[in-house]
DNA sequence: CGGTTTGTTCAAAAAAGTTTGAACAAACCG
DNA sequence: CGGTTTGTTCAAACTTTTTTGAACAAACCG
C-alpha cells in the first residue's frame, strides 16, 4: 500500500532507524522492553518534542505500547514533558544528562532489588541460626556473612558510580 | 508420590530452598535464566563439590538445563571444576569472590555490548556526515557526540567498579 | 448537553526467552 | 569389540514478557 502524494510524517528515515536500532540495544541490555529503546531513542533524535500520537505514527507502535513507555520512560527521569504554547496534548523531550539517566535506573530498578535481597539474606541468617548440626551452621554463617559483605559493596558502590559518571 | 525409605539425596531442604531463592532473584536482575541461579545457588550453599547428575536430581531440572546452565557460568568465572580423587565425573564448586563475579560478567555480558555498541556509533556518525541539512546535521553531530561521551564514561567506569568491589 | 480529542487500562494475542528430553558423541571398561 | 556412564546439542514444548487494540475515562469545546 504506497502513499500518494504523502505529505506528513510517516516511516523514520534511515538515520533514525539506526539510532532508534542503538537504543533498542541499550535498553535490552538494562532488561527493559524494546518500545522503551525506540521511544527514547526517537525522543533522542528529534529537534523538538513529540507526543503520543507522533510516536504511535512514527514507530508503528500501539497507543498502549507508547502510553506505558512514556509513562516508565517518565519514572525513569528520562523523558519530561516539554513546555508547547498553548497546546491541548503533550509533547515530551529526553532528558541527555548521563547522570540523570543512570540516577532513575538506579533508583527504580537497582534499588528496590537491592534492598529486598537484603531483607531475604536477613530471614536466611535466621533460619541457619536453627540448623543443629554444628559443622553445618558454622559453613553456612560464613557463606551468609559473604552475601551480606556482597550486598554492603554493593551498596557502597552505587553512590560512586554516580558521582563518576555525574560529571 | 512419597518415596519409601528415603536413604539418597532429593529435595532442597527449607535453608537450600531460600539461598537458591535468593539467587534466582539475584540473576534475573542481571537478565541471566532461572536454572543459572539455582545453580550457583545450590552449589554456593553446599559444602562439597556438586556433579551434573547431582544438580539435576536435587534442583529437578533436566539434564540439558544443567549443561548448559554450568556452561554458563564457567565462561562467567562463577563455577570451577573441583578436584576429585579419581572420579570419572566432574565435580563444581563456586567462585565465591566477589571480585571474580563482577569481572566475568563485565568481560562477557558487559564488553561485549559495550563494544558494539561504539561500532553502531561509529557508523551512525559516518551517516549524520551525508545530510544536507546544515541545521539538522549540527544538531546529529552533538547527539552523537553525547553519545561517543556516554560510552567513554562507561568505559572508564567499568575498572573503577572492579576495583571497588575487589577487597 | 453531545461530539471530539487525548490518553489509560487491561485481557487476549504475539513474541521472546527458557527448559525439556530424546538423540547423539565421547570416554571408559570388561 | 559391545555395554555403560557422562555430558552435549538442539528442535519442540512450555513459560514469561511484551504488545496490541478495544473499551473506557477525562478534559475540552461548540
Redesign the pocket.
Known sequence: MPHLLDGDQHELDPLERQVVAVFVDGV?VL??????G?IYGLLFISQSPL???DLVLRL????????????ALKSLGAVREAEVGA?????YEPAIELKRLVGGFIREQVRPHLESGKTKISRLAETAQEIDDTARREFLGERIERLETWMRSSGKVLPILQKILGQ
Open positions: 535490552k532488561g527493559l522492553p524494546r518500545s522503551i525506540e507526543s503520543l500520537d508503528q507502535i500501539s497507543k498502549g505500547s507508547a502510553s506505558q513507555g512514556l509513562r497546546e491541548r496534548r503533550t509533547y
